[in-house]
């Protein structure tokens, strides 16, 4: 695997995963998804969260750890997994309280050469989609047996998708759940509260809009945000830049940076402010 022919950053919008490829990557963030993150030249990458190091080609971080990762001026390829992904809670729940796992290069061969693929324009669309969700997948048997969601609890994710504001006793309450049982039932199951669950999806909602040249306003308005201002802080903290500067290099980048693999033309008239 090598970073011949990376020709800039691109970006894949999955529906319930982001995958992001970039010439090198070095932040300090804090994210409500799990990070799936690969190297794709032979040097490893360098994780530290809370004065804890890892080093490793193929590295998973937990939701809300502020991580940094260095690639050593090297390409890689981030996998964000949202928590409407399937497999979310594998990753937000694992037995050890390690916010990092470590992950075999060679046992997930598969996955570092999606990534590459992805990287170099050879996967893309529907294929990408396919070969993520598979991918994922086979890592996450390796973390965990599949926790099927409550039945309850997805309901309630269903609610604050309609409208993320809601309070919990107002989620709670078509599901036969008080405000304590509906904040415990989100924790178990989720591996995070429902208020970063709503959180979650507004920045999901505004992702929609990548390449849209829509002003940022509106973006904020359409996402559930209070304003711009409150964006643009989540998304600081989120991504390490405010969200402005990267919609803009998103929206003059060649074409092809940027696939939506999942989803039509987006129209902010079928967005709901929540």
Not at 33 to 39: D, F, G, N, R
Not at 94 to 122: I, M, N, T, Y
Not at 211 to 224: F, H, P, V
Request: glycine fraction near 10%; hydrophobic fraction near 40%; aromatic fraction near 8%.
């Amino acid at each position: 695997m090598t970073s011949g022919n990376f020709v800039g950053p691109r970006l894949g919008l999955l529906g319930d995963s982001f995958i992001y490829a970039s010439g090198a990557v070095r932040s300090r963030v804090r994210r409500h998804s799990v990070t799936l993150a690969c190297a794709l030249t032979p040097q490893p990458l360098s994780v530290s969260v809370a004065g804890q190091h890892w080093s490793g080609r193929l590295v998973a971080v937990r939701p809300f750890s502020t991580r940094a990762i260095d690639s050593g001026g090297q390409p890689a390829v981030l996998i964000d997994l949202e928590p409407t992904h399937p497999r979310y809670n594998t990753f937000s729940r694992w037995s050890d309280s390690a916010p990092v796992r470590v992950l075999d290069e060679q046992h997930f061969a598969g996955l570092l050469d999606c990534a590459s693929a992805f990287a170099h324009h050879g996967l893309s669309g529907r294929r990408l989609q396919a070969s993520v969700q598979m991918l994922v997948g086979s890592v996450a048997d390796s973390v965990s047996p599949h926790r099927p969601l409550d039945r309850r609890v997805l309901q309630m994710m269903a609610g604050l998708r309609l409208d993320p504001a809601q309070d919990l006793a107002a989620l709670g309450a078509p599901v036969g759940l008080s405000a304590a049982q509906a904040s415990r039932g989100f924790l178990k199951s989720l591996g995070i509260s429902a208020r970063q669950y709503a959180l979650a999806v507004k920045i999901q909602r505004a992702a929609m809009f990548f390449g849209s040249g829509r002003a940022l306003t509106a973006i904020a308005q359409a996402s559930g945000f209070t304003d711009s201002a409150h964006l643009a802080k989540v998304w600081v903290r989120c991504y390490g830049e405010c969200p402005s500067r990267y919609f803009g290099q998103l929206r003059s980048a060649p074409e092809g940076h940027v696939d939506h693999a999942w989803r039509q033309r987006v129209s902010l008239m079928g967005a709901s402010g929540g």
